[in-house]
């Protein structure tokens, strides 16, 4: 069992920054594919980016958001970070943090674990 806890969402301006963190607890080694998805109302959730936190892993992002967000991991920490850069009104949504043994189910909305989500809201 992973246990995640989201944090940092917020409303901001066009063009604004925020740093979202999700931090996880239980039996990490067994789910090293750590992720951020964003859903709308009326949507299905949509992966973001993700990343498998194992040495040397690598990372996933939706290719409208590549180039203004990044993901990372603390490992000492248990901890994944989205920096988000450059924020759009198409940004707006609640972001769910998700985990699993493969990053192919995490990204297709079939994650086996998952946070109770941060609303992010950007205004034009």
């Known amino acids: 069992q992973v246990h995640l806890v989201e944090s940092g969402g917020a409303s901001v301006q066009a063009g604004g920054s925020l740093r979202l963190s999700c931090t996880a607890s239980?039996?990490?080694?067994?789910?090293?594919?750590m992720g951020w998805l964003r859903q709308v109302p009326g949507e299905e959730r949509k992966g973001v980016a993700a990343?498998?936190?194992?040495?040397?892993?690598?990372?996933l992002y939706d290719p409208s958001v590549k180039g203004r967000i990044i993901i990372s991991h603390d490992s000492a920490k248990n901890t994944v970070y989205l920096d988000m850069n450059s924020l759009e009104p198409e940004d707006t949504g609640m972001y769910y943090c998700?985990?699993?043994?493969?990053?192919?189910?995490?990204?297709?909305?079939?994650?086996?674990?998952w946070g109770q989500g941060t609303q992010v809201t950007v205004s034009s």
């Open positions: 998700a985990a699993d043994l493969r990053c192919s189910k995490l990204w297709v909305g079939k994650g086996a674990y």
């Open positions: 239980g039996d990490i080694d067994y789910s090293p594919c």
């Open positions: 990343m498998d936190t194992s040495e040397g892993g690598s990372k």
